[in-house]
């Protein structure tokens, strides 16, 4: 579904960036990259030293100048219930140095439901925290889940509950995505997108 929702933006920068320009009209300029089940270095120590990816990813210029990025996790069905993964050192650290989330708000972060959520929010964070020079604070961590997923919808609430910042973080339902798609490009493919994976009816 990801790469249905994504490939033809990877194959057409100018549809990607009429699309992340509307849906982050203050962040994006141009989009320059796209990627899939991305990590700038899978177990490098520099980042999160796990497989932790997303599972699209966005470069994109700033206006006014300089580089950003958006990594996208993408959940249709899923409940968010599967094992937690390896909570490594190097995870608390980046977000320890972060200061978006108080100690005590740990244990919860590494459990399941939130440890996914957590784990990607991790990744964009140690992006900025690693490449401070080249992204200057200018990276994003999106939730992606259709509005009917009440499961997803009450994990990515409880989430936020341990924020101390939201800046880095954003959830956007399906509907919300499919229908910037809607307004910035009339192509057929949206239709079926829309069609396959929203049209209860069918």
Known sequence: MCINLFGELKADL??????????????????TRVEFEHSPGRRDLRYLGNGTAFDAYFEHS???GGEGFIGIEVKYHEDLTGR????????Q???????????ESFPA???????????????????LQAEGQRWRDTGLFVIRHPIINEACHRAVAAYER????????QRLTLEDVVAAMQ?????SW?????????????
């Open 84 to 91: 937690p993964g390896e909570t490594r050192d190097r995870l």
């Open 109 to 127: 972060l590494r459990a399941k439901p939130l440890w996914q959520i957590w784990f990607d929010h991790l990744l964009a964070l140690s992006m």
């Open 190 to 202: 949206v239709e079926a997108f829309r069609q396959r994976y929203l049209d209860g009816a069918r």
């Open 183 to 187: 307004v910035t490009t009339g192509a």
């Open 62 to 64: 700033v206006p006014g």
């Open 162 to 169: 341990h924020l101390l910042d939201h800046r880095t973080f």
């Open 14 to 31: 100018a549809a990607a960036t009429a699309w992340a320009r509307h849906l982050w009209p203050a962040r994006v300029h141009e989009v």
């Open 93 to 103: 650290e980046v977000a320890r140095v972060s200061g978006l989330f108080a100690r």
